[in-house]
């Protein structure tokens, strides 16, 4: 019975895949190189309710007549090129240093934030109704064409990152690492399409089969703004 768990599972992921990777070694004794890479990145995060995943499910998990703000999800992902440049060198036997300064070129941004709803059961009458309330807001529309230009480096939503290394080997065997990771910003374009997500969806039959084809068909966005 999902309605009986309230907490919310926190879904999260971080993709990257090189595109190209190139190192040139300067020199042998000080461990110098000179690095260029390009990769596409995806980070990832949503925060779902166990109610959201129960409802696509089977609508008889839920066993009160009435839940409020039980679907409140959030979420958001960002999609996008970085570009680097890459420096390491080995001061002694000892320390060595690496910094690494990006430029990032955003390919697709959305975000999502569900604030009220509620459900109403009717179990005599096999019927449910659904209200949400929130926004969606995503960098292009789902009915635009994506060809090549959609997965160029651009200047439309640029930012920068920063990342720093030092690593230190002490003489009897320890050794530290410290770093600053993929420190920065993107600024996305100020052209973003929202959707709004104020829905009142009724669905008959709810039991059958295809009641959550339906759902689906109804949750579908719509004009965005």
């Not at 879904?11 to 190209?20: K, R």
């Not at 009160?64 to 002694?92: A, C, E, M, P, W």
Request: net charge positive; proline share 0%; with cysteine.
């Amino acid at each position: 019975r999902y309605w009986r768990d309230w907490s919310s599972d926190v879904c999260s992921s971080d993709l990257n895949t090189y595109l190209i990777m190139f190192r040139l070694y300067k020199s042998i004794k000080d461990n110098k190189e000179l690095g260029l890479s390009w990769q596409i990145r995806s980070d990832n995060q949503f925060t779902i309710t166990n109610e959201s995943i129960a409802i696509f499910d089977n609508i008889n998990s839920f066993t009160q007549n009435q839940l409020s703000n039980v679907f409140n999800d959030k979420g958001f992902s960002q999609t996008y090129h970085q570009i680097s440049l890459t420096y390491r060198k080995d001061y002694d036997k000892q320390m060595g240093i690496g910094l690494k300064v990006s430029y990032l070129s955003g390919i697709a941004y959305n975000d999502l934030k569900i604030n009220s709803t509620t459900l109403s059961i009717d179990t005599a009458a096999n019927y449910y109704n659904l209200y949400l309330n929130g926004k969606f807001r995503t960098t292009f529309l789902y009915s635009d064409t994506i060809g090549k230009k959609f997965f160029l480096p651009a200047f439309k939503n640029a930012g920068l990152a920063f990342t720093a290394s030092v690593n230190y080997s002490f003489r009897k065997g320890w050794y530290v690492i410290a770093n600053l990771k993929d420190i920065g910003f993107i600024k996305w374009s100020n052209k973003s399409y929202n959707y709004s997500l104020n829905r009142d969806v009724g669905i008959s039959n709810a039991t059958s089969s295809d009641a959550t084809t339906r759902l689906k068909n109804e949750l579908n966005f719509h004009t965005a703004y």
